[in-house]
């Protein structure tokens, strides 16, 4: 906001004596001499203009304290306040000066206030405890110099102005503070709104992709089933049929081609279960509770379970000591690097000198890497790309379901990491199991 054009030059002098309002209206509203001989001098000699004539200022009286309270006052509410207020100390029968001073700054905060006084009314020390330490405030002694007065009244009413500028510089900024207070609050809520949308429809698109995994899930395991199933009823069908001839006094029933339909059978009913126990534990590990889980324990307890697998001649390499804890569930985990263990067994069963290593460690983000590494057949480059898609398998028909490192994935992914492989026929391979760092925040009896 602008300053005012016009400067406040309006005084008010406060003083029972009426010669001392005569004495300051000379010396405040007449222009001074050395202005009026500039105009003389330049009219007759036709030197350079004359400097704008200083109109002096603009002097109210009151003759008691209580008669200058109500001019202040009147003055502040029609707008067009005192910049300066000359009082005198002794005014009988009223108010005296320094408690008409403090009633004047209650009605007018920024009224500056020159006190007049020809005795020693008061020590400094007084009039400081009554009034305060204030810049609004000088003392004159009486009989006052005119230069002086007249300085004075430059000084205080150029002060009031630049007090009445840094307080309007003030309220502005407090307006485009509220200002921007509020386009921030409008603009925080807007983003609030947009992160509680963006998270509604996250959890959507979680929801309808595992709705579209459990659906090709379930797709594959029905024609997985359908397979083993239809050995199976044909086998019973082709038993019922032999009993039946039997009974009706056909030819007998070969014990050996019997046993060999029946183990078909049996075989086809081992593939179902264990495709459906692999499919319940996919189910039984989706959404459990995640707490801190020492990797160090489920890593040890993985190695455990895969030793038959891994063989007695495998070199097994260990580097998992300074591992931190991370944020999952302890049975998933162990079931993500069992199955990988398995996978890498597997792959040695041809090698000279089978060898896995097992290599934790944090990384810069804080969370943690394990990559088991073998050094066994590998995988070719066209499968690499499908290793976890649901009952996608290398391995000869009957040796696996397809399921397991399908499970793997789906259980990393759940805990908000991710899993990559390495690989090429004949140099082993690498996976590499990325898992978040436990939360800061959270306590957990589990945490080391």
């Known amino acids: 906001m602008k300053a005012a054009t016009t400067p406040n030059r309006r005084i008010l002098v406060v003083d029972d004596n009426q010669a001392i309002h005569q004495d300051f209206r000379k010396i405040l509203c007449a222009a001074p001499a050395s202005t009026a001989l500039d105009a003389m001098e330049a009219a007759l000699f036709g030197g350079p203009s004359a400097a704008p004539v200083d109109t002096g ?28 207020a000359f009082v005198d100390i002794r005014m009988p029968p009223g108010i005296d000066g320094v408690e ?19 005795y020693s009314d008061y020590s400094w020390e007084e009039m400081t405890q009554r009034l305060g330490i204030s810049q609004r405030l000088l003392i004159l002694r009486k009989p006052f110099d005119n230069i002086e007065v007249r300085q004075l009244a430059h000084a205080l009413t150029e002060k009031w102005e630049l007090l ?55 797709a594959g395991l029905a024609h997985e089933i359908n397979n083993p199933l239809s050995v199976i009823m044909a086998s019973v069908g082709f038993i019922r049929s032999e009993l039946d001839d039997q009974g009706k006094g056909g ?10 339909v029946c183990s078909d059978a049996l075989l086809g009913a081992d593939r179902i279960l264990r495709l459906v126990n692999d499919f319940r534990l996919f189910s039984k590990l989706d959404g459990q509770p995640q707490a801190w889980v020492d990797l160090r324990e489920v890593l040890d ?32 985990l162990e079931q993500v690097f069992l199955g990988l263990l398995n996978n890498a067994g597997h ?15 944090q990384r810069e983000d804080g969370g943690v890497m394990v990559e088991i590494r073998d050094n066994g057949t590998g995988i070719a480059k066209e499968h690499l790309t499908r290793i976890f898609d649901p009952f996608f398998t290398t391995k000869a028909p009957g040796e696996g379901t397809g399921l397991g490192l399908s499970i793997c ?22 996976f590499r199991v990325k898992l978040p760092k436990a939360p800061e925040n959270v306590a957990s009896a589990s945490s080391p």
């Open 251 to 260: 030819r007998q029933v070969d014990p050996v081609e019997l046993s060999e």
């Open 57 to 84: 200022f603009e002097v109210d009286s009151a003759y008691q304290g209580e008669e200058g309270l109500a001019k202040v006052k009147e003055a502040v509410a029609e707008g067009r306040p005192y910049a300066l």
């Open 301 to 332: 307890h993985a190695l455990s379970g895969a030793s038959y697998n891994l063989g007695p001649k495998t070199q097994v390499v260990r580097d998992f000591q300074d591992v931190p804890p991370v944020w999952g569930s302890e049975q998933g």
């Open 347 to 361: 792959a040695l069963k041809n090698t000279a000198e089978p060898r896995v290593a097992i290599i934790a460690r």
């Open 164 to 218: 009445r500028q840094s307080h309007r510089r003030l309220e502005d900024l407090t307006r485009e503070v509220e200002e921007w207070t509020r386009e921030l609050s409008v603009a925080n809520e807007r983003l609030r709104k947009e992160v509680e949308d963006r998270a509604r429809l996250e959890l959507r698109l979680v929801q309808a992709q595992r709705l579209e995994a459990l659906g090709r899930l379930s």
């Open 100 to 118: 008409t001073v403090q009633r004047l700054w209650k009605e007018d905060a920024d009224l500056q206030v020159v006190l007049c006084s020809a």
């Open 409 to 430: 994935y789906g259980v990393v992914s759940g805990l908000g990491g991710a899993i990559e492989v390495d690989s090429a026929p004949g140099q082993g391979a690498t």
